[in-house]
């Protein structure tokens, strides 16, 4: 039987959080980028299996620091 090409595809399984630092920072960047446009912390972390907000948050920070994002408005962030 052939797939259905107008099905939705089925919900992407959420990958846990890594425990390391620099493996936390990869992650958040990664799914910023994923998101396209803007996103906010809570977004981002609900991405993750098990990712603390504040966490997320405070290295969507780190990487406005550092570059690697930007703040698009009230909370949000973009790939920068």
């Known amino acids: 039987m052939a797939a259905n090409p107008s099905a939705p595809a089925p919900p992407r399984e959420r990958p846990p959080w890594p425990k390391p630092l620099p493996d936390q920072a990869r992650a958040v960047l990664l799914a910023l980028r994923e ?46």
């Open 35 to 80: 998101a396209g446009a803007q996103a906010s912390a809570e977004e981002l972390a609900r991405s993750f299996n098990g990712a603390p907000t504040a966490q997320v948050a405070d290295l969507l920070e780190t990487l406005v620091t550092l570059g690697q994002a930007r703040r698009s408005g009230q909370r949000r962030y973009a790939a920068g």
